[in-house]
């Protein structure tokens, strides 16, 4: 059943993304021929895995997985070496999103890791969609075919192997580590008499009533901390710390979604809450409206035409598209999020955040960075040729105090 569905497979979508390559032509036909050489490939590792059982120990399972390796290299290989390509934005949503055939080497939950990979090509896909939408519309069928191939690859994975990698005999999926059991847990019967003990001695003692006090020492003047200096060099008494006292917890972005997904407009604000692996759009916009995504995870939000402001409130794995903004983006208390402005964006706000990759466009190299308590995080700068060039976003200060008060200035990392 497996095999079979993986030939249904490239019957299907992956067919259909080859035809529509060999269309368009010139570099996209060559990439896809170095495509279509690496699903073959899986194939083939997928026939040779259900004659086998898992591989045993780790140089056997990568010297198994590595014509799969190859292979994928050599499709982002490709792209590295015609940057100066026509379709370079082509190109490049395949060799962002290939690594997805390294599914057969994950798990315990390897269909998720396709939708992540999927997700990762979604940025140069949409760059293809705005170039060529009033051109040619066979290179619109073409980002559908393509991230449909993905989308059903995801699907195959879910059904044939949920957990990892099916195995031609039972046994742990490669790469799973089985816990060992717990530790025996102590008989109660060996420490009741202790307590039993215990107890009886110390309802001993309170019964003694008054006479309790009997065995106090009377605090003699040489005894006396006030009346004799030489006492106060000892340890200071026990003090309770300040942070004793719980405070309410702030909810992870780690934190498992187990609450139904929420896609809605009240008023001027649209809620987008608790999805996991979506792609989602919102479109018929105005631009007194209010985007508020939160607790979502694996998920892509597209905001088509022009906004207030968009927020994303602890998400996770999750990035945003959007055209304009008349204020601001702001992220909190998110983990691997993504951003890209097609238009324009006056300010971006990172606070208790661990890891923002913001794409700007030409429009928005005035924008304007406020951060607080983050990490991780990388202004993505457009240039000539359609690449981009990486920046880090400071995260260490040195602050020096002078007459006027205090200097702060960003430095980098003393590593």
């Keep these: ?13 992956v067919k259909e993304y080859l035809q529509l390559s060999q269309k368009i032509g010139g570099d996209v036909d060559l990439h896809s021929k170095i495509v279509e050489r690496a699903f073959q490939v899986q194939l083939q590792f997928i026939h040779m895995a259900a004659s086998r059982p898992a591989p045993t120990n780790q140089s056997e399972q990568l010297s198994l997985f590595a014509p799969m390796s190859a292979q994928i290299q050599h499709v982002q290989e490709f792209r590295e070496k015609n940057r100066g390509s026509l379709f370079f934005n082509h190109l490049s949503a395949i060799s962002e999103s290939i690594p997805a055939l390294g599914w057969v080497a994950v798990s315990p939950t390897p269909a998720p890791y396709v939708k ?5 090509g979604q940025f140069y896909t949409n760059r293809v969609l705005k170039d060529w939408k009033e051109k040619n519309k066979i290179h619109i069928d073409w980002c559908k075919a393509w991230v449909q191939t993905l989308t059903d690859l995801q699907q195959y994975v879910r059904q044939h192997h949920t957990t990892g990698l099916v195995w031609g005999k039972t046994g742990a999926s490669a790469g799973v580590c089985i816990p ?3 530790p025996p847990s102590m008989p109660i019967g060996d420490i009741a008499p202790t307590l039993n003990d215990d107890r009886s001695a110390l309802f001993a003692q309170i019964n003694q009533g008054e006479d309790i006090t009997k065995s106090l020492k009377k605090v003699t003047s040489d005894m006396q901390t006030h009346k004799n200096p030489a006492l106060r060099s000892g340890p200071a ?3 309770a710390p300040v942070n004793a006292i719980p405070m309410k917890t702030v909810l992870s972005a780690n934190a498992p979604i187990d609450k139904p997904p929420v896609f809605t407009k009240d008023g001027k604000k649209w809620l987008v809450e608790y999805h996991k692996g979506e792609n989602l759009v919102i479109d018929n916009v105005e631009m007194n409206n209010v985007v508020y995504m939160f607790r979502c995870q694996d998920s892509t939000l597209t905001v088509k035409g022009k906004v207030n402001s968009v927020v994303m409130d602890s998400c996770r794995k999750s990035s945003v598209v959007f055209d304009s903004l008349v204020s601001s983006i702001e992220f909190v208390n998110c983990q691997s999020v993504q951003m890209q402005v097609l238009g324009k964006v006056p300010t971006i706000s ?8 913001m794409y700007l466009s030409t429009d928005s190299l005035g924008v304007e960075l406020i951060t607080s308590k983050s990490s991780e995080m990388n202004v993505m700068v457009p240039k000539a040729n359609g690449d981009y060039s990486e920046y880090p976003v400071p995260e260490q200060f040195k602050t020096t105090i002078s007459k006027n008060g205090l200097n702060t200035m960003a430095v980098d990392s003393l590593g």
């Design 1 to 13: 059943m497996s095999i079979a569905g993986y030939e249904d497979f490239l019957a299907g979508p």
């Design 180 to 182: 060992p059991p717990p």
């Design 116 to 120: 992540e990979m999927n997700d990762a």
């Design 350 to 357: 990172i606070d208790k955040t661990d890891g923002c990759q």
């Design 237 to 239: 008494p026990f003090k």
